[in-house]
């Protein structure tokens, strides 16, 4: 079974600083989706950023963008310009392309907190 | 815009008693997804259907929990009895389909607390 590894239960950026949210995966499989998402307080979850595998280009939207790493399986998210609406708990998830549906696969989290 | 609409937004209960939370997915949508996220952890997949069809609830406790999507359209996860173990988190999801884009599209969640 695939797993998904967040080791930062919890970071912090300064207003207008670059933050980078590590996750690391575990899989058999080569062809897969990475996904990040961004889950505010008593909002909902929503999608930020995806990687499919077998891109080497790593995903960019605007002021976040990735550093997908397939032999090492590790799949980092880098928010470049942080802003107070950034604060939030992030979710590192894993999609299998095998198996029937969006399946997803996520990680414990990661709380950013921005300081103004 | 579209969302995905769920209730209650809280709720407390006591244990042993029946509890339920309901979900309207966004129009059009085929896949619901009913997740369970522990305080401090990620969220989990509990059932998945297609239109009003479970293809996969292999992580549903059936015993105490049953959930259904009778005309396909909106849907309901019930607990009974309800345990102390049960306080979490229940999100409901939808997707267009079963590609495996992977975007989900999330409601606000039911919180749950068992005393």
């Known amino acids: 079974a695939q797993t998904v590894t967040q080791s930062q239960p919890e970071m912090s950026v300064q207003e207008a600083e670059t933050v980078t949210l590590s996750c690391t995966y575990d899989?058999?499989?080569?062809?897969?989706?990475l996904f990040w998402y961004k889950q505010p307080p008593s909002r909902q979850m929503i999608l930020v950023i995806r990687?499919?595998?077998?891109?080497?280009q790593n995903a960019t939207e605007n002021r976040f963008s990735v550093n997908f790493q397939k032999a090492a399986k590790s799949f980092s998210l880098k928010i470049s310009d942080s802003q107070l609406g950034d604060a939030a708990m992030y979710f590192c998830a894993y999609c299998s392309s095998l198996e029937y549906g969006n399946k997803l696969v996520f990680g414990a989290g990661t709380i950013l907190r921005v300081k103004s | 815009e579209a969302e995905v609409a769920q209730s209650p937004r809280y709720k407390i209960t006591e244990k042993s008693q029946a509890v339920a939370f309901w979900c309207d997915p966004i129009?059009?949508?085929?896949?619901l997804y009913w997740y369970r996220q522990i305080l401090g952890q990620g969220p989990e997949l509990l059932v998945q259907f297609q239109d009003e069809s479970v293809v996969d609830d292999s992580q549903l406790p059936k015993d105490r929990f049953s959930a259904e999507r009778l005309k396909g359209v909106d849907s309901t996860l019930k607990i009974q009895p309800a345990e102390l173990g049960d306080s979490a988190m229940y999100l409901c999801a939808s997707s267009l389909g079963v590609t495996n884009t992977g975007e989900l599209f999330f409601g606000e969640g039911s919180r749950l607390t068992v005393l």
């Open positions: 899989t058999s499989e080569s062809d897969y989706y």
């Open positions: 129009s059009g949508h085929a896949t």
């Open positions: 990687q499919e595998a077998y891109k080497q």
